[in-house]
């Protein structure tokens, strides 16, 4: 049998269960984060995660124009995504 790729933390997921494992426990993440940001009347969605393994997330609701959303994602958020799924380098907002 041969060997799989090396496809650890920091690399892109090498197979399609690889990438969907990743997306279950990233959306396993938000799940954690989301009771907070609905005590503020907002939330959090998965947009997709690029082949470079950045996870691209868009606030919603209040959040969505919070001048502290930038801090949420960086001190909050992001932490427990790349906890839930360490293959992900980086956790980026989008529109």
């Known amino acids: 049998m041969a060997d ?3 496809s650890g933390p920091g690399l892109p997921p090498q197979t ?4 969907q494992a990743i997306e279950a426990r990233v959306r396993e993440a ?3 984060c989301r009771p907070y940001l609905e005590a503020d ?3 959090i969605e998965l947009v997709r995660i690029t082949a ?6 868009r606030f919603t ?9 930038k801090m949420t994602l960086r001190a909050g958020v ?3 995504v790349m906890q ?12």
Do not use: F, H, M, W
């Open 78 to 80: 992001e932490r427990v």
């Open 84 to 95: 839930y799924a360490p293959e992900i380098r980086r956790v980026e907002s989008v529109p």
């Open 61 to 69: 609701g209040e959040c969505g124009s919070c001048s502290l959303s």
């Open 16 to 19: 399609p269960e690889g990438a």
């Open 30 to 32: 938000l799940e954690i």
């Open 41 to 43: 009347r907002g939330g």
């Open 52 to 57: 470079d393994s950045t996870a691209e997330l």
């Open 4 to 6: 799989a790729p090396y």
